[in-house]
């Protein structure tokens, strides 16, 4: 393989020097060795002899260096993915060569996707520290790279955006990742990291993207968040972490979306979120949050998203609700909020989504006609025993079932149609027998008051 890569060398630099194009011839040996590890395509290097120019191919970018009279071609991107048209697979037994990475030393962007899904791959940890120009390292969606992140990472001052999702790596977040004071996007999602969230990642400054979702990261958010001036959106969502959200979380004024669903934080949320004015998506679902909604939600006026389904929270729907105009989706599902389902909320002009199901409202449901066709499927009401409605709507597949099987007000009987069906016997006289002695009890009632008029006429008798 070896002296198949040197024969296209020396085919290619006469091509090169041919086409007056000027290469390192180092740097051209690199990748060659780079796409021979990665591509099943063997015929590669004799399809694309001058990369940069004559004969490039979408993957590899280059960059000139030197005067106008003399430039010399650079290798600053090399990415396989599949947004490349006609792009040649990644062979079984791809490997990340850090040996052939290494002549690269002009390379800003390594971006690899799916492609190592044979043979078992592990991060270099001398591949980093030597790179002085690399800006983006993007390693996606490979089902066989393994093993932990490297520490050496931080050895690069250079890289802006660090994404390692969808892949196999394990073991913790090196507390060093602090020291990479360039990064503005780092994604670690879908993996295997356990451990904690260090504190050192309050050391991201220039952090705009944060996002450790889908792992098995344990302990309490690291009050160093708030550090994070920058952050636009953060998602810790579907991970072990417990305790409250810090209120240092309340100064990231940037803030677009927050992520922190399926989880084991506990409330109450803090006042100091508030300060969020840019928030557009607040996801806390399924979390031990055990307190009422945050009195504050109302004032978020750019939220379009707000999640607080399986939180366990508890007291009044908050009227303040209705002022979020640019609300879009409002899950509050499995809860136990008790109160009445107001009006108001049909009226929100971008609500496309309302599920209230599965709580413990009470009282009359009288929203838009026009609302509740628009939504149709989307509005759930569901699972709220104490609810009832005046509206009656012809069935149709795009109707809501939970709303058409609210019952009439007509038919609610006060305090007993509030109660679950198998604690009806707590509002059933004493007297009450089962249904199929129902006669039976018609029968009670009438020797009842002929007991009572006996009794009257012998009372009266008595008198005279």
């Known amino acids: ?81 599949p947004d490349i048209l006609s792009p040649p697979c990644c062979k079984f037994n791809a490997t990340l060569s850090s040996k052939a990475l ?24 001398t591949l980093f520290g030597t790179f002085s120009t690399l800006e983006l390292l993007a390693l996606r969606s490979n089902p066989t790279l393994f093993g932990e992140i490297p520490s050496s990472l931080a050895k690069v001052p250079t890289l802006r955006v660090l994404s ?28 295997k990291l356990s451990g904690s969230i260090p504190q050192e990642i309050g050391g991201l400054r220039s952090l705009t993207i944060l996002d450790l979702s889908w792992n098995g990261l344990q302990g309490e958010l690291p009050y160093s968040l708030g550090q994070l001036q920058h952050l636009e959106k953060i998602d810790f969502s579907s991970n072990k972490l417990q305790g409250r959200v810090p209120q240092d979380v309340g100064h990231l004024k940037e803030l677009v979306l927050l992520d922190f669903s399926h989880n084991l934080l ?13 928030l557009e998506y607040l996801i806390i679902e ?7 909604l945050p009195l504050f939600i109302g004032r978020l006026k750019k939220l379009k998203v707000l999640s607080f389904s399986g939180c366990g929270l508890t007291g009044p729907l908050l009227t303040s609700l209705s002022h979020l105009d640019g609300l879009i989706a409002l899950s509050l599902d499995n809860n136990n909020l008790s109160d009445t389902v107001t009006p108001a909320l049909g009226m929100l002009p971008n609500l496309d989504h309302l599920n209230l199901s599965h709580n413990f409202l009470t009282g009359e449901v009288s929203l838009p006609e026009g609302f509740i066709n628009r939504l149709g499927k989307r509005l759930d009401l569901g699972g709220n025993v104490g609810l009832c409605t005046r509206q009656k709507f012809k069935k149709t597949n795009k109707m809501s079932p939970s709303f058409l099987q609210t019952p009439s007000c007509l038919e609610t009987r006060g305090p007993a149609a509030l109660d679950h069906s198998n604690n009806i016997k707590k509002v059933k006289p004493v007297w009450y027998q089962d249904s199929n002695m129902s006669s ?12 009572g008029s006996t009794f009257l006429v012998c009372f009266l008798i008595s008198l005279i």
């Open 1 to 81: 393989m070896a002296s198949c890569i040197c024969f296209l060398v020396l085919f290619s630099m006469f091509f090169v020097f041919a086409a007056g194009e000027i290469m390192e011839e180092n740097e051209l040996v690199g990748l060659f060795e780079v796409m021979d590890s990665l591509l099943d395509d063997t015929s590669w290097g004799e399809m694309h002899p001058l990369p940069c120019t004559d004969t490039p191919w979408p993957g590899v970018q280059c960059e000139i260096a030197g005067d106008l009279n003399s430039p010399i071609f650079h290798i600053t991107k090399i990415h396989i993915g």
């Open 102 to 125: 290494l002549k690269l030393p002009y390379l800003k962007t390594l971006s690899l996707f799916n492609c190592f899904t044979g043979s078992p791959v592990y991060i270099p940890s």
């Open 164 to 191: 390692l999702s969808q892949n196999n790596l394990y073991g913790r977040i090196p507390k060093e990742i602090g020291g990479m004071v360039s990064l503005e996007q780092l994604d670690l999602s879908y993996n």
């Open 266 to 278: 506990t409330g109450p949320i803090p006042e100091t979120l508030s300060g969020l004015q840019k």
């Open 286 to 292: 399924d979390n031990p949050i055990n307190s009422g």
């Open 440 to 451: 039976g009890s018609g029968r009670l009632d009438h020797q009842s008051f002929e007991f």
